[in-house]
């Protein structure tokens, strides 16, 4: 099945980067723009993470793998159709192969976690994010990276946000401080709600 809009694949990839994020596939605004998460839920993401564009958008810092590299097109209600899965059977394996440098993957909603966490996948996105501590603790050998689960940071979840408030509360902390570590950065990082 062909894409409804020319192939314009959206992915940062890098030899030296030790955090990588995995989500979807871009958006509408994303494909226009050639540059991943330029939109609403880039400024959440960044926020959650504690960084700005200078260290989301730097190849040496940060990879960004999404599970489809090109915009899917639209559903019927105008949402973003699921990541085409041609593109993970053809890259995935190769991409992160290539990239064992990897210390951390944040997999943003349910296509990365199923994924990145295979059979360890809960079956929810709430209750795999909710896990999220054991799949932090319990990876992160030399032959694979540590794993966080996050929910899309889209406006679509500020009512999963509100009804979890234990994300912002417990989560977001870890999360910053493990990506100012793998920054080499000090305590003390940027804000975490957005």
Not at 53 to 82: Q, R, S
Not at 111 to 133: C, E, F, I, M, P
Not at 177 to 193: F, M, N, Y
Request: hydrophobic share 35%.
């Amino acid at each position: 099945m062909p894409l409804p809009h020319q192939p314009r694949p959206v992915l940062q990839t890098s030899s030296k980067a030790r955090i990588c994020i995995c989500g979807q596939a871009p958006g509408t605004r994303v494909h226009k723009s050639g540059k991943p998460f330029t939109d609403p839920s880039g400024d959440r993401l960044r926020a959650w993470m504690g960084i700005g564009e200078d260290v989301f958008y730097h190849p040496d810092k940060l990879a960004i793998v999404p599970m489809g590299f090109c915009f899917p097109g639209l559903d019927t209600k105008g949402g973003d159709l699921p990541p085409r899965r041609e593109c993970r059977k053809a890259w995935h394996d190769r991409v992160f192969a290539a990239m064992p440098q990897i210390e951390l993957i944040l997999v943003i909603g349910q296509y990365a976690q199923a994924y990145h966490l295979g059979n360890a996948r809960k079956g929810s996105l709430t209750d795999t994010v909710a896990a999220w501590k054991s799949y932090f603790e319990n990876s992160g050998t030399a032959a694979k990276p540590r794993v966080i689960p996050l929910p899309h940071p889209s406006w679509r979840n500020n009512a999963w946000l509100r009804k979890n408030p234990w994300f912002e509360t417990d989560l977001l902390p870890v999360l910053q401080k493990e990506i100012a570590r793998l920054l080499g950065r000090a305590q003390g990082v940027g804000p975490a709600h957005v």
